[in-house]
């Protein structure tokens, strides 16, 4: 079992521009919750999805948005990055919103 | 809305020994979940230990063991015979188990950096 990945596990943006991050569930997940983490700081929720439907949203504007697939896997969206968007993108999925979250490694995204 | 703190930025101990982080949350639901995460260098997030809010009994798990003192909403995690495997970020999280618009989020605090000395 290969656990929850992520892809790509760096990436660098020029403010402005578009980005997407995707990521693969455990085996047998089908809740993927993505989170935003800033250098040193803890992790802001920014949505969950189950279902292929987006269950919660976390206090993000629209630039960010998501998708599910019918495998379960997810992409995250973030429009007119803005230097702030840089930081740690984490997925984490679960049997479904009330079971254990596993977490990705991660992708670091850098805007300048 | 649900927040958590951690007071404690930095922690250190010497190996072998006991260490205890802190950790406060605001809550005024009743059934949720408590949290103990820990971060090393590779990024990923690791569970440490789970306290479900209904349970009066600390959990505990190997070497690492809370104490949960709901009335206060305080959930600290201690780690004994400290070994250097050990160092990492840890974070403390909340999540409801009250359905509706928290059900399945995790809530974070700001993280405590633990150092461990040879």
């Known amino acids: 079992d290969a656990g929850v990945t992520q892809s790509p596990t760096h990436l660098i943006k020029t403010r402005g521009q578009q980005v997407t991050l995707r990521c693969s569930p455990k085996s047998g997940h089908d809740t993927v919750s993505w989170y935003q983490q800033a250098l040193g700081q803890g992790p802001q929720f920014i949505f969950q999805?189950?279902?292929?439907?987006?269950?919660q949203r976390g206090n993000f504007p629209d630039r960010f948005s998501g998708h599910q697939f019918p495998n379960y896997s997810s992409e995250l969206n973030v429009n007119a990055l803005l230097l702030g968007d840089s930081a740690l993108y984490l997925c984490?999925?679960?049997?479904?919103?009330?079971?254990?979250?596993?977490f990705g490694q991660g992708t670091r995204l850098t805007v300048v | 809305a649900q927040t958590v703190t951690q007071s404690q930025p930095e922690m250190s101990v010497q190996e072998a020994e006991t260490v205890t982080l802190s950790c406060t949350y605001d809550t005024s639901e009743s059934d949720y979940y408590l949290f103990w995460y820990k971060q090393p260098p590779s990024r990923q997030m690791i569970l440490v230990i789970r306290?479900?809010?209904?349970?009066?009994q600390n959990a505990t798990e190997n070497r690492f063991s809370v104490n949960f003192q709901k009335a206060a909403k305080s959930f600290s995690l201690k780690i004994s015979d400290s070994q250097l495997g050990d160092a990492a970020m840890y974070f403390c999280?909340?999540?409801?188990?009250?359905?509706?618009?928290?059900?399945?989020?995790?809530?974070f605090g700001q993280g405590t950096i633990l150092t461990v000395h040879p």
């Open positions: 999805y189950y279902e292929e439907e987006e269950r």
């Open positions: 984490a999925s679960s049997f479904d919103p009330d079971t254990e979250a596993f």
């Open positions: 306290q479900e809010a209904y349970k009066q």
């Open positions: 999280a909340y999540k409801s188990n009250a359905g509706g618009t928290s059900y399945g989020k995790l809530t």
